[in-house]
Structures are given as C-alpha cells and as structure tokens.
C-alpha cells in the first residue's frame, strides 16, 4: 500500500493527468477573465491620472492614445510580409 493509501497506483500517471488538466483549465479561465481586462486597465488609468492632474480630459485622451497605439501595432504585426 502506498503513502496516499490506494494500491498500485503510479505518481507520474497522476502528474501526466494533472498537466493535462491544467492545460485544458487555463483556457478557460483565461477566456472568462480576459475581457475585463481593458476595462480594469481603462478605468484604473482614468482613475489615477484623474486624482493626479485633476483632468477629466487627459484621462479620456491617455485612454485614446493607448487603444490608438494598440491598434496599430497589432495591425502593423497581423500584416502578411511579402516573401
């Protein structure tokens, strides 16, 4: 009888299952949580640029420079290079 009390049962077998659930769970929770994500960012940064010039608009026009620059680099790295 082993240390976990069950027999005949192989550790690595269990770590093998144990990747393959963690491989198939990240996906997963990275798909639930991954939309929040810009809209945690934009309001923290609204927030803190807010409380430190006491603007409304340079906040907004951080925001915009930010989703702008994003854009283009990933436009500017979606883009087929010719071969």
């Known amino acids: 009888m082993s240390a976990d009390g069950q027999q005949g049962r ?11 659930a963690v491989y198939g769970d990240t996906p ?6 991954l939309p ?13 640029l807010f409380l430190a010039f006491g603007s409304v608009l340079l906040p907004l026009k951080a925001i915009t420079m930010n989703m702008l620059s994003l854009k283009c680099r990933w436009s500017a790295s979606c883009r087929e290079r010719p071969s």
């Open 28 to 33: 997963d929770a990275l798909g639930e949580t």
């Open 36 to 48: 929040w994500i810009p809209l945690y960012i934009a309001v923290m940064t609204h927030l803190l």
């Open 10 to 20: 192989k550790p690595r077998a269990d770590v093998q299952r144990n990747r393959a």
